[in-house]
């Protein structure tokens, strides 16, 4: 195993992300929420003008069906998000953040943004953008390799 590459790098820093989210200050006071819980709160928050549902997360943090669907299921028990149906399509569910994740969100958003300041600091803005260019590509070809490959996602 090449313990210099580039996915040995990310699946590193990703297990710091992680660490330094669990070891927060705000963090503690919310034992039952994972990083994963954040992330997603984090992201119906910055989506709250649209209609979000399970397939856009599936995408947005490219993990699968059944991962999902277990975490949805378990935000939905800790309290944090709702389903409701959608009037056009009864089948189809959004998802919708609760009360108690709003005020949970307003706790943590503090230890996100110093994460990404932390994560970036002496990066210039030009820097930033490539980076996030890089990683949006680099997803794109390992979606497009499985694709070649015949591999799913679900």
């Given at each position: 195993?090449?313990?210099?590459?580039i996915?040995?790098?990310?699946?590193?820093?990703?297990?710091?992300?992680?660490?330094?989210?669990?070891?927060?200050?705000?963090?503690?006071?919310?034992?039952?929420?994972?990083?994963?819980?954040?992330?997603?709160?984090?992201?119906?928050?910055?989506?709250?003008?649209?209609?979000?549902?399970?397939?856009?997360?599936?995408?947005?943090?490219?993990?699968?069906?059944?991962?999902?669907?277990k975490?949805?299921?378990?935000?939905?028990?800790?309290?944090?998000?709702?389903?409701?149906?959608?009037?056009?399509?009864?089948?189809?569910?959004?998802?919708?953040l609760?009360p108690k994740?709003l005020?949970?969100?307003?706790?943590?958003?503090?230890?996100?943004?110093?994460?990404?300041?932390?994560?970036?600091?002496?990066?210039?803005?030009?820097?930033?953008?490539?980076?996030?260019?890089?990683?949006?590509?680099?997803?794109?070809?390992?979606?497009?390799?499985?694709?070649?490959?015949?591999?799913?996602?679900?």
């Amino acid at each position: 195993m090449n313990r210099e590459g580039i996915a040995f790098k990310i699946r590193s820093l990703t297990h710091l992300c992680k660490r330094y989210a669990v070891n927060c200050d705000h963090f503690q006071f919310e034992k039952n929420i994972t990083a994963t819980n954040i992330w997603i709160i984090d992201y119906l928050i910055e989506h709250k003008d649209e209609a979000v549902f399970q397939k856009d997360l599936e995408t947005m943090f490219s993990v699968n069906r059944s991962t999902t669907s277990k975490v949805i299921k378990l935000m939905e028990q800790k309290g944090l998000i709702e389903r409701q149906a959608v009037p056009s399509d009864a089948r189809l569910k959004k998802l919708v953040l609760t009360p108690k994740a709003l005020e949970i969100h307003q706790v943590l958003i503090e230890d996100i943004d110093t994460l990404e300041k932390l994560m970036v600091r002496g990066f210039t803005d030009e820097e930033i953008s490539q980076l996030s260019s890089y990683i949006c590509r680099m997803k794109g070809n390992i979606v497009e390799g499985n694709l070649e490959e015949g591999l799913a996602y679900d």
